[in-house]
């Protein structure tokens, strides 16, 4: 009897444990949805698509909630077809690795303990793009897809604040190169950055720009990566001004689009399909947060404002402050994430993530805002909260919460 009361006592705790964890794991926090100010029928002539996905640990739920000509849908569900906003401006299926040459040296090398290391006034830079296109083999673990090497006229300087470190493994013949704060000796990096690298894919073609900042010098150029007989190609298409950064590289329509800074100011250029510079608009002199494209309409933000730029003609529509946009009732509590912008008949429509912070309870959360706005009038203000109606109070912390949204 005493091993029966055993068993049932150690059943019954791990029914326990496991309805509590199948309860944290996969429960369904519930939507609130009101307006704040306006008529809800202000939305009537868009389509906003949200996505709640209530993760803990590798698990994760879904739920959408839809407003269409003025009416609100919802539905939850274990998977969602709502895809999240990606930065257009690098196509995260290509692998851009950067290599360096003929690296000249102001130091001997110092001997490690399984490597040795040097500092380098300067290297040429060397990249490498590895593209999805073609024919990818396996051979005995080795992996070799398509690629193509490029070298352009850029090269990595130390400065007065940093300064180059190569350093070779004893067993290893290339040599990997660190960035070192010469006034933090604590901070070093590798300066290889795939994601910095701008690179998008028009129909067969892809278009590459490589990043250039304050420890490269040289002129750059736009390449197109084409494929012919399943080998990668590049064409050195026009050159770039060396006084401007390159921030981020789109595609519309068959012509190339950069997010620049020359002389302390963002401008907005375009390109034709061979490189050719079309023409400019100059934004503002803050730096740029956000970008999001719908058709022929691209919505750029800074710090301050929310620009229109309609991409066929280069002119600014319209324009819009931020300060209107992020109103509430406890700023310094709150911080705004933008999910998406759409300019339709003469209106900004705004879905912006909300981060918040309770001091009362401790406690943080993740609400969604929808904005419109028009002629710098507050046309509408609507707010889903995600809310926990349960005895057990799973979603105590709401950090543990994400939405994302994008507009039609």
């Known amino acids: 009897m005493k091993k029966v009361r055993v068993f049932m006592i150690v059943s019954v705790v791990l029914i326990l444990m496991s309805t509590i964890t199948f309860a944290i794991l996969y429960h369904q926090p519930d939507l609130e949805y009101q307006t704040i100010h306006g008529d809800v029928s202000a939305l009537q002539n868009i389509k906003v698509n949200m996505k709640i996905n209530t993760q803990r640990y590798e698990n994760s739920s879904h739920a959408s909630l839809t407003f269409e000509k003025g009416n609100m849908h919802t539905n939850i569900d274990k998977k969602s077809n709502i895809k999240m906003m990606k930065d257009l401006s690098f196509d995260d299926s290509v692998s851009v690795y950067i290599d360096y040459k003929n690296a000249k040296a102001n130091s001997e090398w110092k001997k490690q303990d399984k490597y040795k290391n040097r500092t380098v006034s300067q290297a040429d830079m060397v990249y490498t793009i590895f593209l999805p296109t073609g024919l990818a083999v396996y051979n005995n673990q080795n992996y070799h897809p398509m690629n193509i090497t490029i070298n352009p006229e850029l090269t990595m300087y130390s400065n007065d604040d940093y300064e180059i470190i190569e350093e070779l493994y004893d067993e290893s013949t290339n ?233 039609e």
């Open 175 to 407: 040599s990997i190169y660190r960035l070192q704060d010469l006034h933090d000796q604590d901070n070093i990096y590798a300066y290889s950055n795939n994601n910095t690298n701008l690179i998008v894919q028009d129909q067969d073609d892809y278009y590459f720009v490589p990043y250039r900042d304050a420890y490269t010098k040289g002129t750059s150029h736009i390449y197109r990566i084409y494929i012919k007989d399943e080998k990668a190609y590049y064409e050195e298409l026009a050159s770039l001004p060396e006084h401007q950064k390159e921030l981020k590289l789109y595609t519309y329509n068959h012509k190339l689009y950069m997010i620049v800074k020359k002389q302390g100011d963002y401008y907005f250029q375009k390109y034709d399909e061979k490189g050719n510079f079309l023409k400019e608009v100059k934004l503002s002199d803050k730096r740029i947060n956000y970008i999001f494209i719908h058709n022929h309409i691209i919505s750029i933000m800074d710090e301050d404002n929310c620009y229109i730029v309609d991409m066929d003609t280069m002119k600014i529509l319209d324009q819009c402050s931020l300060e209107m946009v992020e109103k509430s009732d406890n700023n310094k509590n709150v911080s705004f994430r933008y999910e998406d912008i759409l300019y339709k008949d003469n209106t900004f429509y705004f879905v912006a993530k909300i981060y918040g912070y309770l001091e009362e309870t401790n406690v943080s959360y993740t609400n969604m805002e929808i904005i419109a706005i028009k002629g710098n009038k507050e046309l509408y203000r609507g707010l889903m909260k995600l809310e926990s109606k349960t005895d057990s109070q799973v979603y105590t912390n709401y950090s543990y919460v994400d939405v994302s949204a994008n507009l």
